[in-house]
């Protein structure tokens, strides 16, 4: 018989073939991950299921953490200690709570003593952690920006951290595949970030939904790593699951003399590199879904309203919602307007600015300083700019930058140079906007309250930033300069030797392995003790069981609602997954002063009692991969949402809590359950049957749910559980990257525990919330 021929398959397949541990009738996976970064925000909940249950960290080798969202960016001159540096009690609790976390656990830290801290998405590719081919995991949406190395790198939620932390996989399915092909030359003024918004003003925020993106073409092959990151940062924006660039020569030179990347002088080098080459997408592969763009339709972009698909050339006005084609989308354009503090016509470089920042994981790196200061070099930034600043990505291209002298530009020309952190992308920090001040950032999310409270932010990229810093309103860089997008050769150098001070810090400098195996060598005095430990059948009745739900649901005309929207960042400093429910909606629900919105709907009787939420706008829970979206819905009352669509993390996390997510996409069945909701009567979802009752138990209608969630939901499964049970096949997986593809594993560790993994059975089986097991798990 003839061997069948392999069909094509795309980088993403690749990548994901060689990584399935398991694969499940019902298209469930389990996916083991290679690399897995960790910050402070998503991370103290899952921490702490592993302590309830004695569960330790599969892989602190293969786990890198750091502080990012809430630290300060002021001068950290003369800092002692993180206790003393963060003022603000919430803050400081959850740096010091990963701060102890990862002592007990044992896991490689960046800490704000060391240069190489900075935020989560930046500090990775410049360590080599990020490499082509793996898989790379953080409880954080804008993980995507790590597949620009053509590496798979999904945001998740913190159950599924605290999943990844002990078993070192994920459960997930097979994602579509989306091909995003850039073909042209940019023309200048134009970079990275305008062909990223540009995309998502084509597509929408959920046009990648249940994808993942590949980007290419000529475009995209011209671009730096820099650029590529800035590009893949954002495919969460277009809703996506995850980017990837294929790795090429570029990637390859990027990735040269990186501390954890295979030394350039290494046979592992040479092996990495061949197998890295083999990844490009095969001809012929198929995509679901293909979008062609033309380089010179491409002009400098900014956003005008309050998702990251409002976007406007720079030289075109403010829409005019009157114009949009639906009812729902002339409402939201309105409440947009009126946020934004915008009238529509009005010219886009019309419109004054209060603040600039340049910062976050889509635009803070070298290159992007680099940008921006040939814009504001022997410039001032306008006398009605408040306040100009900005934000290195990481201690190490503060430093670079630096030693180039951009920071003397920056603070010549009137900006603040600050310290390395998330800083205004978010404000879980001090650095945020004053109620309806605008900011031109060269972030990622223009959400309302993104930046503040009623602040109000144009998304653009960093020449765009400065140039609006210069000219006091938003601002067209083509009428300042004639930058050009920089050619992939000026692609940023981790500092080797001479250029600067070494990256690897003394505590690692000792001993004779390579700079890789010391990642993440676990301390000797690790608390917890091969005893403390689990790999069998645990969990289950983690989680209250969903069968049968019925009461109130509270109706929701809305589309696109995001999960800062859902619980702002402020609510997320809390280290416990309860509480969250009095925050909830807590920018629509309360007025300025603190006092209940009588117009929103959770206010008004009987929902104020609402069990279920009926959304009939698509793509609920979009943006960040926060967790407290869920928690907080739970909190209150609410364990069902149903409505068209649903943007993927928030779809995965709520499952995760017990939680019923329910997609509708039939119209007049959605409008029959929101019918019911309107006029306050109770609604009853049956899972083991997928239907949905009025409350005289007439059919409504039936609805689609996966097998093995609803089998987990039915039991209230802990799922940690039940793939501990699957630890031969884990194990066996992991033998195979120490043979295959050695520079991922590289762990002295492993080699030094003679090839295996320290873990025993628990003597009590705990489920992760801390309760101790009773029935074995059947899946
Ligand atoms: C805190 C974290 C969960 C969040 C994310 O997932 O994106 C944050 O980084 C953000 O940008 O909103
Ligand atoms: S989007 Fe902003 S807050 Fe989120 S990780 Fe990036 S820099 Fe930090």
Redesign the pocket.
Known sequence: MPIAEKAPQTLYDKVLASHIVDEKLDGTILLYIDRHLV?E??SPQAFEGLKNAGRRVRRTDCTLATTD?NVPTKSRKGIKDIATFVEEEDSRLQCLTLEENVKDFGITYFGLGDKRQGIVHVIGPEQGFTLPGTTLVC????TSTHGAFGCFAT?IGTSEVEHVLATQCLITKRNKNMRIQVEGELAPGVSSKDVVLHAIGLIGTAGGTGCVIEFCGSVIRSLSMEARMSICNMS?EGGARAGMVAPDEVTFEYLKGKPLAPPPDSPEWGRAVSYWKSLQSDPGAKYDIDVQIDAKDIVPTITWGTSPEDVVPINGSVPDPETFKSEAKKQAGRRMLEYMGLTPGTPMEDIPIDKVFIGS?TNSRIEDLRAAAEVVKGRKIASNVKRAMVVPGSGIIKEQAEAEGLDKIFVDAGFEWREAG?SM??G?NPDILAPRERCASTS??NFEG?QGALSRTHLMSPVMAAAAGIVGKLADVRKLTNYKASPHIEAFKAPTSSSAKPVVDESLESGDSSAKDRLGDQPEDSPLTAEDLVTEAVGSQGLPKFILHKGIAAPMDRANVD??AIIP?QF?KTIKRTGLGSALFNDWRYNDGGSPNPDFVLNQEPFTQAKTLVVTGPNFGC??????APWALNDFGIRCIIAPSFAD?FFNNTFKNGMLPISITNPSDLEKIAAEARAGKEIEVDLPNQEIRDASGNTLCKFDVEEFRKHCLVNGLDDIGLTLQLEDKITEHEKKISEETPWVDGTAYLRRKGGKLPVKAAKVPMTNRGQELKDPIDW
């Open positions: 910050h925000v998503t969202h409880g954080d949406s804008h945001g969460i994981c998330c992308c978010l879980m990622n999310r993104r999960t800062d960042k997320l943006g960040s991969s926060r967790e407290h993390i």
